[in-house]
Every structure is written in C-alpha cells, then in structure tokens.
C-alpha cells in the first residue's frame, strides 16, 4: 500500500463507479448451505474487457461463448451461476449458455453479445434453463449487490472472497474492486477457479488486456491446490470508465498505479483461494530467487508449491529440505547444486547445497504457523518468482474419496 | 507368456548364467527392518550395459559416476547400497562414489571403471566409506545370490521385487531377470526408483540400448507413485552372453523374444513398485486408446494416473469420471470431447463425451478390488499407451507429514 493505493473497507465488486450486481436462487446448489446461486453484474455503460480461461481441452460451453464474445475487448454485463458447470452436456451446453445470455440481454436490455456467462458446479448435468429464466427476472441490479454476488459464486468455499482497493489520479478517485471463488470439489468435478474484477477506470481494450495478463500471470496463474485444473476456470477484468478521469494511457504514472491496484487484487483473490483450499490450513509461500530467466522462477516455484511430498511435510511442519530441493530439481529451472541456498521463514537450511545445522526445534515451531515461507535462492541471475500453495492433510484426502457420484 | 516365454520359478537378478551376487550389512539402514543394505552383482565377463538414469537435474553422485562409466556400453560389476543416497553432499559425493568402486574393483580383481554403484536412501549424508570398504571385503559371491541382493537394495519397500523369464533359442536357453526397489519415502529423500536387470543373452552394446530403452519406456516411465522424482532413480540393464547362444541380431525372431522379455520383466517390475507404494491398497492401469499419436497417449494416461483427484476418487471407490476427463483435457493429449468414451474395469461410463447411466453399485464394487482398469477410448487414431498408479490415502499423508528430520 505503499504508493498512494488505499484498501477500502469492505471494498468489493460493486465499490467502482457503475457498477451494479443482483442475485437470487433457483435451487441450483442443493449441497451447500449458501443458497444464492445465480446473479448478474452490470455495467451503466460499456466496459473494455479482458478474458482468461482454462486452457483445459474439456471446456464448459459457457467458457466457449465468453471466448467468443471477449475476442473484441468488449462486453457490458456477466451472468453467473453456481451449482452446475454447464460442462460434459455435447452441443446443448452451448445452446443453453446463448439462451441464458439472451435472457440476460432482454432483461438488462442490453445487446446480447455483451453479455457473458460463467459456470461452476457439477459436470455432466445439463442447466435447468426456465428455472434460470425465471430467475433471472427477479434478479434486482443494486449498487452495493456485490457481496451476495460474492455469495452467489461460491459452490463449497467455505467463506466469500472480496475485495478494493482506490487511489486518486487528478482529483478523481480511481477503484478497483474484486471477487473470486474457489476449491469446492464437488461430484465429478474439480476447483473450479472464477474471479471477476471491476475498476472504474478509462483504459483501451488492448492496454487492459496486457495489464490484466501481468496481474493474472503472477497470481492465478501461480496457485496451485491439487495439480487438477477445471473445465470452467476464467477470471474477467472490466474496466467502464466511470470513474470520470481521463484514459489510462501507456507508460503514465497512473498507469503504474492502476497497474498496481490490479496486481494486489489479484493476489489477494489468489491467496484466498488457497487458504480455502479443501483440507487446508496452511499457506505456502514459494520465492524462488537469483534464477537465470523469469520462465524457470516461476517453474522452479510452482513445482515446488505443487509437489505432493512438500505439501505433506509442511503438514507435518516439517522443515524437509530434501523434498524441496529435489522438487527444484525436477522443475524446468537451471540450477547448479553447489549454489542453492534455502531459507524456511527466513531461517536458513541450506548453503551451496548443502544442509546447514539448524534450530530444528525453532523451525518446526515456526513452521505450524498459518503460513510457510520457502525461499529458495539459485545464486544464478537475477530473476526471482512466487507461487503459493497448501498443504495436503488427511481431511483433504478423506473429503475427496468420499462418495460424490 | 503366450510365445515361448517361461517364468521362472523363483526367478531373479541372478537367474542368467554368469551372474553372482553378494550382500552384507555396514548398519546403513537403521530405520528398516531387513539389515542388508550393501551389495554386489558380477558377472564373470564383461558385460554390454545400458543405463537410464533419473531427470532431476538434483544427482546423486552415485548417478553422475554411472553416466560416465556406461557412455562406453561396457560394465562387468555394481555396488549398491541402501540407507543413504549420496546425494546433496558436495563434491565429497564423487570422490566416495569412486573410491567405492575402486575398493571393489580391487576386490573383485576387475578394472576400476567396470564398476558401477547405486546409492538410495537418506539424502544430506555422507557415506562411512570406511565402514562400507570393510563391509566389501565380507562379501561373497554366490551363483543364487539374487534374492539376498533385493533384500540388500530396498529400503522402506514392505517387500522385494525379483522376476525371471526364459527362452529356447537354438537348443540354448536364454535366461532375463530382474530386482527393483520402489516407494520408501524416507527423511528428506523421496521415492528412489532403482531397478537392475540382468541376461546372459549375447547383444551388443547398442543394441541392447535401443531395446532396453524401448522396455523402460513402457514401464518403469509410465509409473507414477505421487509425482515426485528422485535424485537416485536408475536403471540398469547388463548382458553378458554367458548362455553360449549366438549373437542376437536386429530383426531377429530371437531379438523378438528377449525384446518381450525385457517388457515382461520391466512391466513387473515397475508395477510392483506401484502396488509397494506408500499408503497404497490398489494399482491403477490406465489405457489411453485410439489416440493420434504415442507421445500424446502417453501423456494423457500418465496424466491421469497422477491426478490426485483421480486418485483420491479410487481410493474411495468413486467411478468419478468427470475427474478421469478433465485430467485427460489437461494433458498433452488432444481430444474432441464428443469422441471419447470411458470405462472402467469394463463397464461404460461415459459415451460420445457425455456420462451413460451406469449401474453405480456394481461399479463401485468391482472398485472396491485390488485393481481398477479405466480405458479412455479418444476414437481419433490407432495410437495407445498405458500408465499405471496407486489410489492416495489418509496414511500416504499421514506416513509422509510425520517428522522425518
């Protein structure tokens, strides 16, 4: 928060100017105890967009429209519903996904190619489309709807995910508000990622389209819970320009700022993924420092924050650099073993490859903390990465075994 | 065995002519309960040799002094020891790892460089070469030693792997056979994988590298235990000629045979490393079938045998196929989600890409035995592969968070 960003209390999707959300249920989400499960966020003009989807082959066809509608960086309103992934249903899940849309786009009275949609559920069922419908007329858009929207995307969460950030740019104040949802893994499906953020700015499609990737590449991007990615996963950026400051133009400082705003809503929602995690109770924090290219960082990172030995050692606090270092090993990052050094909540482990004596009573005290920090320097370059994990505990494998389908 | 191969009662490391081995115990594995831990295997000839050896760019020097040794196709003895893995130790790691072979060189009256060893075991620690010099001159070769020398390489394995197969081939018999160490995951090292196997068929070097390549591609790297890969992991194939046959040649009906034997041996091998895997009850095949190429086939069952929800789903006996398909979405495999139908142990359960109503408790009980069988059929090509795994259970987790350092 040094630069001039302020965090805003309570602050959300619906904190930047214009935007509105509203949602209700139509019985969607049997298995969990928030019943909200469809809603739709809006925008009072058009909004610049940027769209990031899984790059899993098996998609939900709600994931096939919005890569189609978001190819000309523009879109005015999303409609999300929870409880069922539109995923595994042949032909008829992209019907369904336009039809829902067209809906949406009467109902709002808006064009329908500025509409968007995202599913998260169940695999295999197809969408009780007039069930939706109806809804979707009840559906009343508020200025402050975004925390039942936060409500209405969540599947086995167990809390929501918000979040806002401002800071002024020439007597105008410039918001950039979020929300996500995470690592509910119900029958047959697996986490299922969303994450929807708003800002008030003025900015280009292009220019959005570029921040948002450095956002998204250093945050969603570096989470991992279980390895699994989802048929749905998408994370939407729009920009409407309420805000009533001039256009965020490349290379300004506001930029910087809108850039940085951006950035810390992205790794907000991120982390909360992960500490939400099923089964988990611990953050992992992955540093990987002094690496010859930015590529390996953050693959010398995430394989280590995803390795299934790892995940169980800090489970058991376990300071087993053994594990980390060979995770390392088998990442795409150059390493040269006699440079390594590794530090466990700043506690070093090991120098130039070799095992250091430590406080082991200290670190394995340290280490049952709600959060894990491993920082791994290659003493190689200058290029460091972040990735963040959980650990893996026995709720989590009990919880996934059970009977789901 | 339809085509002329006979298993061989008992059969192991030491089953082809030629071949002795020899075991004793230094006290390097004070955690397991079998003592052996330091062996020998010699051939009374040299050997045509190939070697594989682990990815991770994290070596034990025991691996690095191998690679070296066996660029020439040529060995004629390995020293192994359990309990430690020489690795993580600096250069130290190297100068031991020669000054073992040289010990046993003298020993065995062979030149120094036709000596190989493999370490697997704790990693950080260095190896008491004293202590394990004395213990070489304790060991004795014996024509049956083969069953003593898998006990001596394992480590927290529950219990040995050993195998052998026989051929006629002109009015001679030619004898392959096999020992592996699998899953002990002990403090700080991970599931070190070795596997050595011997025959006394006459072969050039360079031939026996293209078919030994082609075996362990097929199996010992298409299993997979939690992902992790360790620093030690080798295998190692040797030829002596000892069966008096003539020299098997490429296109041969007899290089047709030792190929199949060499796939056999491996294939039981590398799955009983699975079945030995921590906390595991049950083996996982997967077939990937009627794919455009090998690579992506192969990409797309091993994918699948990791995923730790696939895994978790069949240690719950959960015929959770929407976990099994979005594995294979995230794969190197490409797909057309219309296409692929999916069984398990032979019962359809998904169709053109979407589920079929299955009987569900017939399902999950077949599950509920020691082997579960999931074919995915893409109906794209004619390529196949197969992978195999091992459910994950509340003990992996619980065996691999306890403390270990």
């Known amino acids: 928060m040094s630069s001039g960003l302020t965090k805003i209390d309570r602050g959300n999707i619906t904190s930047p100017k214009g935007?509105?959300?509203?949602?209700?249920?139509?019985?969607?989400?049997?298995?969990?105890?928030?019943?909200?499960?469809?809603?739709?966020?809006?925008?009072?003009?058009?909004c610049?967009?940027?769209?990031?989807?899984?790059?899993?082959?098996?998609?939900?066809?709600?994931?096939?429209?919005?890569?189609?509608?978001?190819?000309?960086?523009?879109?005015?309103?999303?409609?999300v519903n929870s409880g069922i992934a539109n995923a595994c249903v042949g032909h008829q899940g992209y019907i369904d996904a336009s039809?829902?849309?067209?809906?949406?786009?009467?109902?709002?009275?808006?064009?329908?190619?500025?509409?968007?949609?995202?599913s998260t559920g169940l695999i295999g069922v197809e969408l009780p489309v007039s069930l939706i419908k109806t809804g979707i007329d009840r559906i009343v858009q508020k200025e402050d709807g975004g925390h039942d929207l936060a409500r209405a995307i969540i599947t086995t969460d167990t809390r929501t995910k918000e979040i806002g950030f401002n800071f002024r740019h020439e007597e105008k104040i410039i918001t950039v508000g979020g929300i996500?949802?995470?690592?509910?893994?119900?029958?047959?499906?697996?986490?299922?990622?969303l994450a929807f953020i708003t800002t008030d700015a003025a900015i280009s499609p292009d220019l959005l389209k570029t921040m948002a990737n450095k956002s998204v590449d250093q945050s969603f991007n570096m989470i991992t819970i279980d390895g699994d990615t989802s048929t749905n996963d998408t994370v939407l950026v729009f920009a409407n320009g309420e805000s009533g400051c001039p256009e965020i133009l490349d290379g300004s400082p506001e930029q910087a700022l809108l850039q940085e705003s951006l950035?810390?809503?992205?790794?907000f929602l991120a982390k909360e993924i992960v500490r939400d995690g099923e089964g988990a109770n611990k953050l992992i924090e992955v540093?990987?420092?002094?690496?010859?290219s930015r590529e390996e960082a953050r693959s010398g990172a995430i394989t280590v924050a995803s390795s299934t030995l790892v995940?169980?050692?800090?489970?058991?606090?376990?300071?087993?650099?053994?594990?980390?270092?060979?995770?390392?090993?088998?990442?795409?990052?150059?390493?040269?073993?006699?440079?390594?050094?590794?530090?466990?909540?700043?506690?070093?482990?090991?120098?130039?490859?070799?095992?250091?004596?430590?406080?082991?009573?200290?670190?394995?005290?340290?280490?049952?903390?709600?959060?894990?920090?491993?920082?791994?320097?290659?003493?190689?370059?200058?290029?460091?990465?972040?990735?963040w994990g959980c650990n893996l505990s026995e709720e989590y494998v009990t919880f996934n075994s059970a009977y789901t389908t």
Chains 1, 2 share one sequence.
């Open 263 to 267: 950035d810390q809503v992205c790794v």
């Open 180 to 193: 996500s949802k995470g690592s509910g893994m119900i029958h047959p499906n697996m986490a299922t990622m």
């Open 99 to 118: 039809d829902i849309t067209k809906k949406v786009s009467e109902h709002l009275g808006l064009a329908n190619d500025d509409v968007l949609i995202c």
């Open 311 to 387: 995940k169980t050692a800090i489970h058991g606090n376990d300071p087993n650099w053994g594990r980390i270092v060979a995770a390392l090993g088998r990442s795409k990052c150059e390493i040269i073993e006699e440079k390594i050094a590794l530090y466990i909540n700043d506690i070093c482990i090991m120098e130039s490859g070799i095992p250091t004596p430590f406080p082991k009573d200290s670190v394995v005290a340290i280490m049952s903390g709600e959060e894990v920090v491993i920082r791994l320097n290659l003493n190689l370059g200058s290029e460091s990465a972040t990735a």
């Open 48 to 79: 610049s967009v940027a769209g990031f989807y899984t790059l899993n082959k098996l998609k939900s066809h709600s994931v096939t429209l919005d890569q189609e509608r978001t190819m000309n960086g523009r879109a005015q309103a999303l409609v």
């Open 287 to 292: 540093n990987v420092e002094g690496a010859s």
């Open 19 to 46: 935007f509105t959300a509203g949602s209700t249920f139509v019985g969607l989400k049997t298995y969990a105890e928030d019943k909200l499960d469809l809603g739709i966020l809006m925008s009072v003009s058009p």
